[in-house]
Structure formats: structure tokens, C-alpha cells
């Protein structure tokens, strides 16, 4: 790895006196997660620290695997059902309650749902398991919008119609900062991290987001729309999802190392991707879908006060615990239907529900499994990067902290701070998020190596990482929990967003209904509402239910 | 004098041993003695009474341990060993039990008293002792010159080191262990040269470990940490804490007090009366009817101190976060005596809470509000100065209610000055700016905000020493240096403020050292 200069804050003295953590840090700083067995976060001082691998049901998702199911003991009627709780399946409840539609039932395998945009808590804070910011919606995510204004968000009009949000969850300052050879810098940004002699290639980058910005297709759309799905098709753009943002970086001769940092960056904080597994089209998205300022709205769980809105609003139509083991079409006289065998893991049993419409917010990697006479051409296509996520609870915040603390010198995201929006002036104790994806060019490789690791070889190498750049980390957490995702986002490489595998994948199946950020291509949460609200309009208009678009 | 003890090489160095040990020890009395009398001057001020104390008291222990000299007639050689360890020791923690007792004890006085008496009685056994060892080897009148001229070309070494470079470079602690030490090492000399007469190990032993003791105790860290944190403080530090929130420092030099937080000036005692009748006076006469009065910071107790003295006010709500502040300027003699016992008044409840909290929690309203956070240096204070939290204050106002806040430097930070300004104005209330000048902190700004428009009065509480009638008009008054910038309000998500604020005192200091650099 050409970006980790030796002793970056280490010199040799230090290593030799041999704090512990340090000479780890050193092995692991620019690989938190190397394949050679034995180098994994050896010498780190776990022994004050308490925690474990927490979250995904593993063993009951497995069962459908090894076929160990009971036969359906009953059978019920239910009018509509939503398969899946992540953001998409929580949306798509959302639309229906919202247009009258009231008599369904949302089943998650999880004993809690939320999916990417889960939530944790403890006696300090609570604090994300994923997703832990909400961008305020362009004009175009008009399904966002009304989310936020329902939650009571929106607290006023500027003079020009624009929204005011609530200043208690707009992300306070200081927002972000990364750590580089000479010190901590505020922003991450390309214009804040490059410096006066790459000025020609900062400003050639930013006009380039410029021009895809304002771009529009001849067909009048925007070239990089949010929702993705509103994207013009246009030629000239597409022609860029051919290929990888390295390949494209390199064609246009931009070689500065921090602007090649920054986008790499960009792409695994959003896609879980690496420069040169993400698509171009995907990276010029992410730049050039959004203005130039965007605020986030962020809250001590992430993304998990939204799924608590949810919750609240869907009430006891939510199930936890349920394995969905069968999905089958059926003909019930004139009218078409669907069976869901459906394990409840508390009770060991199988129950069968006859529903008249499904909406199937699962991964798309699943739902071949459980379809009977579902086949989706190219779903080898859909591939997904693995993430660790950790949460450290400390009881003495580090220094200066920001809300997003990145490391340059690591292949993690850094972490951020769950306290950092509490309006209380001094407090210590706090719940870092530690995010590290895993960018590997074959993700079910490093998927497998990441569940072989004991939570003693996770704690050591995120530690160790930390120790970048807080060397005395570990003397800091009182606890670490990690939690592997191993399929945590859906990973745009080249020709995945324009293909046909994916183009296929938004068919309805009879009267199964589609809705995932999976087929969004990106793993958002914009997408995946969209795709939740749009699947719950459609089985309306199926229903003739009238009801006003949200889209 | 017997010839058969007495020969004489070995005579010699016992001799010049004992004279050596004179002077050791009138120099380490004296700097035991002044070491008291510049501890009690640096921690309780008026530095002529204290000395005049201790001198007197110390004196008049060593006369009390001459007179009870007469009572010690065997081994005159191991007793006189014996008090130079315990001298060593006592005197040599002196600085420290000082120290200490006046940060943890209510009863400092006693225990320097004490502490002063038992040194002097110690050391005006010595030198009685001395001279009844050494009588069998001198002739009297010779004796008594030598003694008596090595005790007092002692006293002077000490008179001279003290100021001229114990003080200064040694520091108080280090120097009282160094001087302990001495005597120890005095005494252990002693020891080995009387050792065949006087076969005691051990009292060698005793000797030894005290010294160990006190050469430990030169090298400790918290001396060292205390000494490098005077270093960053220009005047004596007499009282020093850490609570979770902050470090707390108090200063003394001469008549003057000064508390800083986190290396912050908060007031000096000379001027801190300027800074907080402007703060509270202004208001409380322009408040119709100041009977629930709220204060937000200010732990110290001064702004409370002044609202007291409006016999309209029945009632303040204190609410500092750190309750090592509040219940040192409650408890502790000399802070409290900075605001006359406010703390103490039946008319004030203390909380100990984070503001932003407290407010959340309450329902109760205020005639008077006064904001006396520090200044919005770090981001977690500046959160106390964005339209949020005087969103969430303008709900603890009763109608009519008027609010005082501190609002930085008009002159040294000008954008921050009018932008806490425009931040109160931009969440709907009227607000009057005003200033006055406070010597140690420069030209100080300040803002009235009410939701009705605001009438001046010239009404002030009795008993100010800076407000008067004639006086108010000027605080309104904006020289063309301090005339409102064009500034956005402070909200959370930007903390603007936080960056006017360093950016205006940068630029204050780089101008300042231009113009007195070389």
C-alpha cells in the first residue's frame, strides 16, 4: 500500500519501548484486516475491555440453508404483506398507512427491523449500527421531504419556499476533520485537503461536478437525478459507467494522491467500494447528485430515529423474529395470490399466510431462494461489500473531536461521535462508531475471512487502527461490541447500474412486488424509501386504492 | 574537657562537623521560616500581617524550645540527632501540608499556627543543644562567638537565597523538601561521626529513610506538574483543582486574587467589581419588577453578590455545572469572602447542572436573567450562544423579564461582540448593547435583550463603587472601533461565533506583539 509512509507518528523508539497497541498499529495501520493469520492485532491489551459480536441472526438465517424446517401447522388470511424491514420494507408500510391502507403486516427475520439503518443503546448513549446521517433531500426527493416534515423536522419556510430544519439535528459543527501526517485538518474534502501546487487539477475536478451537475439528457432529466431511477440515460454519461472512477481518473490524467484518497474515500463511505471497483457513473453520482453545500441531519442513533418513526407509526403491524422460508405463487381462482411460509423463531413454528399482495423488500441476493419458479437473469450481479461496524463506548472522548473523525493512513472511515449533537456542554463519557468496509475486489473472500475472526481479532485490529491515531485508545473503551455485516451494501461496479440484470430485477412477479435498494444499484436511504413508496403505489393502483404520489 | 575522649584529628572533623551543622541549620530554620511566611502571604494576602505572624510566633517557639532545652540532660548527642530528623521532616513538608490544608481544610489557619510553632520550638532546641555538646570541647567564650556568628551568617545565606533564587527558580515545594533534606543529611553526618560514642543504628536507619522521604519528595511529580503549572500562571497559585468540567486555579499576588478556568482569566479581584456591576446593574434597574432572578454560569457567586444588593429581588436560582466552583466560593474563607457569603444567603438556590439541560427541565419563569458563561472559546460553550439555546431561554422569561448577557470584547473581538448582538436579535428580542472598561480584561461588552423594548434607568442598587447615574449613559455609547460589523447569528450547525471569536483575538495578539516586539 504506496499510501502508508512509514512511521506516521511512530518512530522507532516507540515501537521498541513497546506500548501495547503501538507495534500493532504499525503492522495494521494501512491493513486493519490482513489475511495472514497470526498478524491479526497481536499485542493489544484486551483484557479491561468487555464486548462481543453482536446483531445478524446468522443460525436462523442459515436454517433455510440446511432445509431444517418444520411442515406449516396453520394457515391464515392476510390482505398485504411486507416481506423484509429495512428502510424500503419500513417505507413502503409508511405509504400504504399514509393513503388509508392499514390491514397488513410487516415480517423481519431481525428480533428488531431498521435493516442498514439499525440502532443500539447503552447507559451512556445510544448510538448507529449503520447509517447514521440523513442529507437534506434535494427538491427531487420529494418522498424524503415529506418523511421529515411528518417527524416535525421542518420548522419553517425560508423566504425563497426552501425549508428550515430543526437546528437541534442539523449536524452541529465541528463536522468532520482527518487526521493527516502533520495533524488533524478540519474538512475532508478535495479543496480541503489539497494543497496550493494541485490548485489546476482541484479546480479541473470541480468543474467537472460542475458540468455533471447542471448536466441534462435530452430527454430533459437531470444526468445524475436522486433517485438514481430519474437519471437521464443519456449516451455520453452512460458510457461512463463502463468504467471503473480509477480508470476514469486516470483518463483524465488526474493524479494528485489527495484527490485520489478523497474519492476513494467517498466511494467506500457510500458504496462500500473501493476507486477501482467503483463504476464512474456511480462516483460522478454521489458528487454531482447533491448541491455543492449539503447539511445532514443526524441524531445520537443515526439513521435509527427515522426507523423509530417508522415504528411508531406502523405499531404491532410489525413482526420480528419471522423467517420466511417459502414464497409461492398461487392461483386462487380468478384472482392471483401468494403463500409465505413464515417460522416464527420464538415458537418454532411454521405458519402459512395467504396473502392477496407482497410487497418483497428482502436483498435481492436472497429472493431466488425463496421464490418458487423465480428466476432473475444476472443476479450474480448483484454482489455486496461485507462491513464492520464497531461501537466503543469511552469514557474520555479524545481531543478536538469533530462529528466524523477520519484517518488518513487507514483503510476504515474513521469514526464518529454519538454524543456529538448533545446540547449538554461537557461531557466525557461517549459511544464512538467505528466503521471499516471491506473493499476487496472479491467480496465473498473477504466475507468468509471476516466471520472467521474471533471478537478478540476484531477488538485488536480496530484498536490498533484507532491507535493511528490515538495512541492511548485503549486505555480509553470500556467496551467494544462489533457487529459483521456481511452483506451491507449493494456495490455499484462498472455496468451494474445500467444492466439488465438489474433493469429485470424491478419486474413484478405476479402479485409479488419489488423493493430494495438493491435495485437502486446504490445503498442509500433515498433509494431505498423510493423503492419502498413506489412498490406500495403500485400495489394501490393494483387495489384501485386511490392515493396521492409521493414520488 | 577530658584528654583521654578528646584527640586531635578526630576532634577536628568532630568539631567542624558541629559547626557545620550550625549553619545548616540556622539557614534551614530561616527559610522554614520564611517559607511559612510567604505561603500564608501568597494564600491569604496582606502580606505584612502575615509575616508580621509568623515571625512573632516563630521567634517566640524558639525561645519556647530554648527555655525547654533545660529539660534534656542524657545523650545529648542522640537528642539533638533526633531533632534534627524531625525538623527535617516537618520543615521539610511544610510547603506541602500548606498547601494542601488550604485546598482541603476549612481550618488553614490552625494548621499553619501549628505548624509554624512546632518548627520553631524544634529548631530552638538545636542550637542550646548544640552549644551543651560542644562546651566540653571549647571554652565558652569562644564558643558563643562561633555559634552565635555561624547561626547568623546562616540567617543571612537564607535571607539571600530565598528571594534572589529559592523563590524564583526552586519554587516553594521544592525548596522545602531540599532544605528537610539538609537537615537530615546534618543529622545522618552527625550519626556516623559520634557512631563509636553513640552506637544507634537504628536512628541511622530512622535518618535514612527520612531523607529518602524527602529526596522523594523533591522529585515528585506532583511538584513538578504544580511547579510547571505556576510557570504558566505570572502570579503564586493558592489554590489548584481539577473537577471533571475544568481545572480551577486560583492566583494570589499581593491584594490581588485571580480565578482561572482551564487556564482562562475569569476576574481579577482588583477590577472583578467593574466587570460584574455592568454585567447585573444595568438590567436590574431597567427591570421592572426583578423578584425571580436566574443565573446562568457564574459560580463564583460575584454576579449573584450583586443582585443581593437590590432589596426587590427575593429570590436567585444559581445554575453553575461544576460544584467544585460553586461550593469552593461558598465554603472556602477566602472565596467566599470575594462575595460576601453570597452563596450562603437564604435568598439563593444553587444547582449544579448543565445549562442547556436545566432549561429543558424547568417551567419556571424569571423576571431577571443573568448569562455569565465563559467566553465561547471551544465549541461546547459555544453552543450556549446560538439561537437555539436563547430559543429555549426566552421560554424561561416572564412577560416584561429582562436578560443580561456577557457578550465578549467589542474591541478586541468585534464580529463576536455583535454577533451574540444579532444571534439574540435574530430569535425576536429587543436587545440595548452596551460596554464598560474593566482594566484587566480591556473594554468589555455586554447585551440587554427582553422581549419588550427596553428602557435604561438610572435607578441603580445602592452600594457600587463603579455604576453611578452619571456613569450609565457612556456604556451606551459605541466609539467608531467598536460600531457594529456586518455578522450572521450563531446556530449550532455553523458555531460561527467560535470562529469570529478566534479570529478576532488572533488577530488582536498579532498586532499587539508587533507593536511592543522589537
Not at chain 1, 57 to 71: A, K, M
Request: net charge negative; with cysteine; aromatic share 10%.
Amino acid at each position: 500500500m504506496s499510501r502508508c509512509p512509514p512511521g506516521r507518528g511512530l518512530d522507532r523508539r516507540q515501537l521498541l519501548l513497546g506500548a501495547p497497541g503501538l507495534a500493532a498499529a504499525w503492522t495494521l495501520g494501512c491493513a486493519p484486516y490482513p489475511r495472514a493469520p497470526g498478524s491479526f492485532g497481536e499485542g493489544v491489551d484486551l483484557s479491561a475491555i468487555s464486548g462481543g459480536i453482536v446483531g445478524a441472526s446468522l443460525e436462523l438465517g442459515h436454517r433455510l440453508r440446511t432445509g431444517d424446517l418444520p411442515e406449516p401447522s396453520s394457515v391464515r388470511e392476510v390482505p398485504l404483506l411486507i416481506l423484509g424491514g429495512g428502510i424500503a420494507g419500513l417505507s413502503a408500510g409508511w405509504k400504504l398507512l399514509n393513503s388509508g391502507v392499514g390491514d397488513f403486516e410487516l415480517l423481519e427475520l431481525e428480533d428488531t427491523v431498521g435493516g442498514n439503518s439499525r440502532w443500539g443503546e447503552n447507559e451512556v448513549s445510544r448510538f448507529p449500527w449503520g447509517a447514521h446521517y440523513l442529507p437534506l433531500p434535494t427538491p427531487e426527493c420529494t418522498a424524503v421531504h415529506e418523511l421529515l416534515a411528518e417527524m416535525d423536522l421542518i420548522v419553517g419556510e425560508h423566504p425563497d419556499g426552501t425549508p428550515i430544519y430543526d437546528p437541534r439535528h442539523l449536524c452541529h459543527a465541528p463536522h468532520e476533520r482527518v487526521l493527516l501526517d502533520d495533524g488533524w485538518r478540519d474538512g475532508i474534502s478535495a479543496r480541503d485537503l489539497m494543497s496550493s501546487t494541485e490548485a489546476a487539477e482541484l479546480a479541473a475536478f470541480e468543474r467537472q461536478v460542475a458540468i455533471y451537475r447542471s448536466w441534462r439528457g435530452a430527454d430533459g432529466r437531470p444526468g445524475f437525478a436522486l433517485p438514481a431511477a430519474l437519471s437521464s440515460p443519456d449516451p455520453e454519461l452512460l458510457e461512463l459507467d463502463s468504467l471503473s472512477l480509477r480508470q476514469d481518473l486516470d483518463r483524465r490524467g488526474w493524479r494528485s494522491e489527495r484527490l485520489r484518497w478523497y474519492l476513494d474515500y467517498c466511494c467506500r463511505d457510500d458504496y462500500g467500494c473501493s476507486l477501482e471497483t467503483t463504476s464512474a457513473w456511480a462516483g460522478w453520482h454521489y458528487f454531482c447528485s447533491r448541491p455543492e453545500e449539503v447539511e445532514y441531519l443526524t441524531w445520537p442513533e443515526g439513521n435509527g430515529r427515522v426507523v423509530q418513526h417508522f415504528e411508531a407509526r406502523l405499531g404491532d403491524r410489525v413482526r420480528t423474529g419471522q423467517l420466511i422460508t417459502r414464497i409461492t405463487p398461487t392461483a386462487d381462482g380468478s384472482q392471483a395470490g401468494v403463500a409465505v411460509d413464515v417460522l416464527d423463531a420464538g415458537r418454532e413454528t411454521v405458519e402459512r399466510l395467504h396473502a392477496r399482495h407482497v410487497i418483497c423488500a428482502l436483498p435481492r441476493f436472497v429472493v431466488p431462494y425463496l421464490i418458487a419458479g423465480y428466476e432473475l437473469a444476472g443476479v450474480e450481479r448483484f454482489t455486496y461489500s461485507p462491513w464492520v461496524v464497531a461501537n466503543l463506548t469511552v469514557r474520555r472522548l479524545p481531543e478536538g473531536v469533530a462529528w466524523d473523525n477520519v484517518i488518513y493512513h487507514s483503510r476504515s472511515l474513521g469514526y464518529v461521535v454519538a454524543t456529538h449533537q448533545n446540547l449538554e456542554i461537557a461531557r466525557q463519557r461517549s459511544v464512538l462508531t467505528y466503521y471499516l468496509p471491506l473493499t476487496d475486489t472479491d467480496p465473498s473472500a473477504a466475507r468468509q475471512s471476516m466471520l472467521e475472526r474471533s471478537w478478540e481479532e476484531w477488538a485488536s485490529a480496530i484498536l490498533a487502527d484507532l491507535a493511528l491515531a490515538h495512541p492511548d485508545i485503549h486505555s480509553r473503551v470500556d467496551h467494544l461490541d462489533v457487529m459483521l455485516w456481511g452483506h451491507a451494501m449493494i456495490r455499484p461496479v462498472p455496468g451494474f447500474f445500467w444492466s439488465e440484470a438489474r433493469r429485470l430485477a424491478a419486474e413484478p412477479f405476479g402479485a409479488i412486488h419489488f423493493a430494495h435498494s438493491d435495485m437502486s444499484g446504490l445503498s442509500l436511504f433515498e433509494e431505498a424509501q423510493y423503492q419502498g413508496v413506489k412498490a406500495a403505489e403500485a400495489v394501490m393502483s393494483e387495489l384501485g386504492h386511490a392515493y396521492r404520489s409521493s414520488l | 574537657m577530658s584528654a583521654s575522649t578528646y584527640s586531635p584529628v578526630d576532634g577536628r572533623s568532630k568539631t567542624l562537623a558541629l559547626l557545620v551543622s550550625v549553619f545548616t541549620i540556622a539557614t534551614c530554620g530561616l527559610v522554614y521560616e520564611l517559607l511559612a511566611g510567604t505561603i500564608a502571604s501568597y494564600l491569604l494576602g496582606d502580606s505584612v500581617t502575615q509575616f508580621s505572624i509568623i515571625i512573632g510566633l516563630y521567634l517566640s517557639a524558639m525561645g519556647l524550645g530554648s527555655y525547654l532545652s533545660r529539660y534534656f540532660q542524657r545523650e545529648l548527642v542522640v537528642r539533638f540527632i533526633q531533632i534534627e530528623i524531625l525538623v527535617g521532616l516537618i520543615g521539610g513538608v511544610s510547603s506541602p501540608v500548606f498547601f494542601f490544608a488550604f485546598a482541603e481544610l476549612q481550618a488553614f489557619r490552625l494548621v499553619l499556627f501549628s505548624w509554624v510553632l512546632i518548627t520553631g520550638v524544634l529548631v530552638g532546641l538545636e542550637i542550646p543543644l548544640l552549644i551543651r555538646i560542644l562546651k566540653e570541647r571549647f571554652p565558652l567564650d569562644d564558643l558563643i562567638s562561633r555559634v552565635l556568628s555561624l547561626d547568623y551568617v546562616g540567617a543571612l545565606a537564607a535571607s539571600l537565597l530565598f528571594p534572589l533564587w529559592l523563590v524564583p527558580r526552586v519554587g516553594l515545594m521544592r525548596t522545602s523538601f531540599i532544605f528537610g533534606a539538609l537537615n537530615v543529611a546534618v543529622a545522618i553526618w552527625t550519626c556516623h561521626i559520634f557512631y563509636r560514642e553513640h552506637r544507634r543504628p537504628s536512628l541511622l536507619v530512622q535518618a535514612y529513610l527520612a531523607l529518602g522521604l524527602l529526596v522523594a519528595g523533591i522529585f515528585t511529580s506532583a511538584e513538578l506538574a504544580s511547579f510547571s503549572e505556576r510557570r504558566l500562571y505570572k502570579e503564586p497559585i493558592i489554590f489548584s483543582q481539577s473537577s471533571p468540567y475544568q481545572r480551577v486555579v486560583l492566583t494570589r499576588s499581593d491584594e490581588e486574587v485571580r480565578l482561572y478556568l482551564n487556564g482562562e482569566l475569569q476576574f481579577s479581584s482588583l477590577d472583578e467589581y467593574r466587570y460584574h456591576e455592568a454585567l447585573v446593574h444595568p438590567g436590574l434597574a431597567a427591570a421592572p419588577s426583578p423578584r425571580r432572578c436566574l443565573v446562568l454560569g457564574g459560580g463564583d457567586g460575584l454576579a449573584v453578590r450583586e443582585l443581593l444588593k437590590d432589596d426587590r429581588v427575593e429570590s436567585i436560582t444559581l445554575v453553575d455545572l461544576d460544584p467544585l466552583v460553586t461550593q469552593s466560593f461558598r465554603d472556602h474563607a477566602t472565596l467566599a469572602l470575594l462575595n460576601d457569603h453570597a452563596l450562603r444567603s437564604p435568598r439563593v438556590t444553587v444547582h449544579n447542572a448543565d445549562a442547556f439541560v436545566w432549561l429543558q427541565d424547568q417551567e419556571q419563569p424569571f423576571d431577571f436573567i443573568v448569562v455569565d458563561f465563559p467566553d465561547p472559546l471551544s465549541y461546547s460553550v459555544g453552543k450556549l450562544y446560538t439561537r437555539t439555546f436563547y430559543r429555549r431561554l426566552i421560554r424561561h422569561l416572564a412577560p416584561g423579564g429582562l436578560i443580561a448577557i456577557q457578550s465578549t470584547s467589542p474591541l478586541v473581538s468585534r464580529r463576536s461582540f455583535w454577533c451574540i448582538v444579532e444571534t439574540l436579535r435574530s430569535v425576536g428580542l429587543e436587545v440595548t448593547p452596551y460596554h464598560a472598561p474593566v482594566p484587566t480584561f480591556g473594554e468589555w461588552g455586554y447585551t440587554l435583550a427582553s422581549r419588550e423594548p427596553i428602557q435604561i434607568s438610572d435607578r441603580l442598587a445602592p452600594g457600587l463603587r463603579f455604576l453611578a447615574p452619571e456613569v450609565l449613559p457612556s456604556l451606551f455609547a459605541f466609539p467608531a472601533d467598536m460600531q457594529p460589523v456586518a455578522v450572521e447569528p450563531n446556530q449550532l450547525n455553523n458555531q460561527i461565533l467560535v470562529r469570529y471569536y478566534e479570529q478576532g483575538w488572533r488577530q488582536y495578539t498579532q498586532r499587539h506583539s508587533q507593536r511592543s516586539g522589537p
